[in-house]
């Protein structure tokens, strides 16, 4: 069975956004190096998963910023990495405006999200990641529709933005895998869910 993971950029108040802070912008290893959120959540993953999920905004924002194309030759070599995995995976866009995309091994897909998720499941194929932006993610926590979670906590409380936790459908219970900081105070946190029964995802 595939896996599904849900990469989930947060703030501490549980806001979908990327806010300035100490440090935000600074390298943590060497410039050729991921830190360890960025390896943990994509470069350790580039054997395993071919198919990302994402809604039609991050997608568009994706492809312009992180596809090979949109490289910056100063662009670190993980970086150029990371284009070469996104152009090369399958790539899922959510989307009811678009109809087709200009990127490549992508297609525009609609409707339910669990029942899409259940669909991507069942196709061939290796494990998926689930991307953003907030609001697939939010419906993806709410309906606790992954098998994993990966977690970047940034230490801001923003006030502000989409939210990750409004009220949910039911108490979801992860168990801890990982947990680790990274230099400027950002968590690192991988949960895995307890299997669930697929009445409450269908909500
Ligand atoms: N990981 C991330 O990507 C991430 C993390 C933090 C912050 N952000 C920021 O958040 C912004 C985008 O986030 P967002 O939450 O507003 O947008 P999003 O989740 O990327 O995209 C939302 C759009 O996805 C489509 N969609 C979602 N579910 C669908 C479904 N089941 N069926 C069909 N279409 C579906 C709809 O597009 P249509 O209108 O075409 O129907 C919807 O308007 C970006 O500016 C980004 O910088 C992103």
């Given at each position: 069975m595939r896996k599904v993971t849900a990469n989930v950029y947060m703030t501490?108040?549980?806001?979908?956004e990327f806010p300035k802070y100490?440090?935000?912008?600074?390298?943590?290893?060497?410039?050729d190096d991921p830190d360890e959120f960025f390896r943990r959540m994509w470069t350790d993953r580039y054997s395993d998963v071919t198919t990302v999920v994402m809604g039609r905004r991050s997608f568009t924002g994706h492809r312009r910023v992180h596809s090979l194309k949109g490289?910056?030759?100063?662009?670190p070599k993980f970086l150029f990495d990371y284009s070469r995995f996104l152009d090369r995976v399958e790539k899922v866009c959510l989307s009811?405006?678009?109809?087709?995309?200009?990127?490549?091994?992508s297609r525009v897909v609609k409707g339910d999200l669990a029942k899409i998720v259940a669909k991507l499941r069942k196709e061939k194929g290796g494990n998926i990641i689930i991307e953003g932006g907030p609001r697939v993610v939010h419906e993806v926590l709410r309906r606790n529709l992954a098998d994993d979670y990966w977690f970047l906590v940034m230490?801001?409380?923003?006030?502000?933005?989409?939210?990750?936790?409004?009220?949910?459908?039911a108490q979801t219970n992860l168990k801890l895998l990982s947990a680790s900081h990274m230099p400027y105070g950002e968590l690192v946190l991988h949960y895995e869910a307890y299997p669930q029964k697929a009445a409450s995802r269908s909500k």
């Amino acid at each position: 069975m595939r896996k599904v993971t849900a990469n989930v950029y947060m703030t501490l108040d549980g806001r979908g956004e990327f806010p300035k802070y100490p440090g935000y912008d600074l390298p943590s290893g060497d410039r050729d190096d991921p830190d360890e959120f960025f390896r943990r959540m994509w470069t350790d993953r580039y054997s395993d998963v071919t198919t990302v999920v994402m809604g039609r905004r991050s997608f568009t924002g994706h492809r312009r910023v992180h596809s090979l194309k949109g490289r910056k030759p100063n662009d670190p070599k993980f970086l150029f990495d990371y284009s070469r995995f996104l152009d090369r995976v399958e790539k899922v866009c959510l989307s009811h405006r678009l109809k087709k995309t200009d990127w490549e091994n992508s297609r525009v897909v609609k409707g339910d999200l669990a029942k899409i998720v259940a669909k991507l499941r069942k196709e061939k194929g290796g494990n998926i990641i689930i991307e953003g932006g907030p609001r697939v993610v939010h419906e993806v926590l709410r309906r606790n529709l992954a098998d994993d979670y990966w977690f970047l906590v940034m230490p801001v409380v923003y006030g502000r933005g989409p939210r990750y936790w409004d009220p949910m459908i039911a108490q979801t219970n992860l168990k801890l895998l990982s947990a680790s900081h990274m230099p400027y105070g950002e968590l690192v946190l991988h949960y895995e869910a307890y299997p669930q029964k697929a009445a409450s995802r269908s909500k």
